[in-house]
T-cell receptor
Framework: DAGVIQSPRHEVTEMGQEVTLRCKPISGHNSLFWYRQTMMRGLELLIYFNNNVPIDDSGMPEDRFSAKMPNASFSTLKIQPSEPRDSAVYFC??????????????FGPGTRLLVL | GQQLNQSPQSMFIQEGEDVSMNCTSS?????WLWYKQDPGEGPVLLIALYKAGELTSNGRLTAQFGITRKDSFLNISASIPSDVGIYFCAPTGANNLFFGTGTRLTVIP
């Protein structure tokens, strides 16, 4: 399996622009998670989906952030408009809800976002 | 709210030395995971612990799930340069991972 795939790996944009991050979970996994990592705050859960349905979005910082999962193999995290404080590494992770593996999340390589 | 303390925050060790790090939480968990993050990459699962008191090894790594289900430690024996990275404890339940602040390990050849 290719693992969790994220794109782009790096993104540099200007304040005010829209940013879209993409994720393809591991095939067969039915839970998907978006995290943000910064030096100051560490790893923070933004939102997670189960069977393509958003379950908990309490970690989404504000209305500028939105996430969708139109099907089992694709999710997007959008920031509009972006601000410099959004600069961080954004990780996508997926897991299966079957058996003992249900609580093990597998992470993608991350998208490094810099907002100027 | 739930509190998770991971220590130490950073370690500088000589190649060949053993390493120990631990996490304690204010809540009880049913599963405890340890991840490693290499520079520029996402966290990768190292060891998963599912039972209180469980001691599990994976090569040079050994981890234990505390009997109170509120703590865990990770040991690395005979460290090598590629052990460099950030190690995170991640107690978990109900599809939610709580990540520790990480232990940044530097191995000096």
């Amino acid at each position: 399996d290719a693992g969790v795939i994220q794109s782009p790996r790096h993104e540099v944009t200007e304040m005010g622009q829209e940013v879209t991050l993409r994720c393809k979970p591991i095939s067969g996994h039915n839970s998907l998670f978006w995290y943000r990592q910064t030096m100051m705050r560490g790893l923070e859960l933004l939102i997670y989906f189960n069977n393509n349905v958003p379950i908990d979005d309490s970690g989404m910082p504000e209305d500028r952030f939105s996430a969708k999962m139109p099907n089992a193999s694709f999710s997007t995290l959008k920031i509009q408009p972006s601000e410099p404080r959004d600069s961080a590494v954004y990780f996508c992770a997926s897991s299966s809800t079957l058996g003992r593996e249900q609580e093990t999340q597998y992470f993608g390589p991350g998208t490094r976002l810099l907002v100027l | 709210g739930q509190q998770l303390n991971q220590s130490p925050q950073s370690m500088f060790i000589q190649e060949g030395e053993d390493v120990s790090m631990n996490c304690t939480s204010s809540s009880i968990f049913n599963t405890w995971l340890w991840y490693k993050q290499d520079p520029g990459e996402g966290p990768v699962l190292l060891i998963a612990l599912y039972k209180a008191g469980e001691l599990t090894s994976n090569g040079r790594l050994t981890a234990q799930f505390g009997i109170t289900r509120k703590d865990s430690f990770l040991n690395i024996s005979a460290s090598i340069p590629s052990d460099v990275g950030i190690y995170f404890c991640a107690p978990t339940g109900a599809n939610n991972l709580f990540f520790g602040t990480g232990t940044r390990l530097t191995v000096i050849p």
